[in-house]
């Protein structure tokens, strides 16, 4: 008797699967990413817009609904969640849960809050990781971070591209 209401519940349970992924909502996506909408640090950068060159390399990370991409790196964005004022219920930012890896071939997690001004024109983007890590080396450096290490970090504010 036991194991047939344990095979039955199996069956039950494996013909549910399906359905419950068939029923997945639309992943919610921030407003100023909708669409085509791109950021980059330095607006010579946008897509298609120019060469990096050598030295600029860390301007030409762009911000857009699939991810945050650059040199040698990626985030790949999985899930928005807007952050609401409890009383007003408007929005004022959004934590993004990413999956981050680089040439070396070694991936990551990552969180980011994503903070757009009230126009749009401009995004202020915060790694979780960076933060932690930016703590920790100022900290160990005496309070300061190696430039190199700063440019690299993906936390900062970037412009819309046209």
């Given at each position: 008797?036991?194991?047939?209401?344990?095979?039955?519940?199996?069956?039950?349970?494996?013909?549910?699967?399906?359905?419950?992924?068939?029923?997945?909502?639309?992943?919610?996506?921030?407003?100023?990413?909708?669409?085509?909408?791109?950021?980059?640090?330095?607006?010579?950068?946008?897509?298609?817009?120019?060469?990096?060159?050598?030295?600029?390399?860390?301007?030409?990370?762009?911000?857009?609904?699939?991810?945050?991409?650059?040199?040698?790196?990626g985030?790949?964005?999985?899930?928005?969640l807007?952050?609401?004022?409890?009383?007003?219920?408007?929005?004022h930012?959004?934590?993004?849960?990413?999956?981050?890896?680089?040439?070396?071939?070694?991936?990551?997690?990552?969180?980011?809050?994503?903070?757009?001004?009230?126009?749009?024109?401009?995004?202020?983007?915060?790694?979780?990781?960076?933060?932690?890590?930016?703590?920790i080396?100022?900290?160990?450096?005496?309070?300061?971070?190696?430039?190199?290490?700063?440019?690299?970090?993906?936390?900062?504010?970037?412009k819309?591209?046209?």
């Open positions: 008797m036991t194991r047939t209401l344990s095979i039955a519940a199996l069956a039950a349970g494996l013909l549910a699967v399906p359905a419950m992924a068939q029923e997945q909502p639309e992943p919610l996506v921030p407003p100023f990413l909708e669409g085509t909408a791109v950021y980059a640090r330095d607006l010579a950068y946008c897509p298609g817009k120019a060469d990096p060159g050598e030295g600029a390399i860390e301007d030409t990370i762009s911000v857009s609904r699939s991810g945050l991409y650059g040199y040698e790196l985030c790949t964005f999985l899930e928005f807007a952050e609401r004022d409890p009383e007003t219920k408007e929005v930012s959004w934590q993004v849960l990413a999956q981050c890896g680089d040439d070396s071939g070694i991936t990551r997690p990552d969180a980011f809050t994503l903070i757009p001004d009230a126009d749009g024109a401009e995004l202020r983007v915060q790694s979780q990781n960076e933060y932690v890590a930016g703590t080396a100022a900290l160990m450096n005496g309070g300061d971070i190696d430039r190199f290490m700063q440019s690299q970090f993906l936390s900062s504010s970037y819309r591209c046209p």
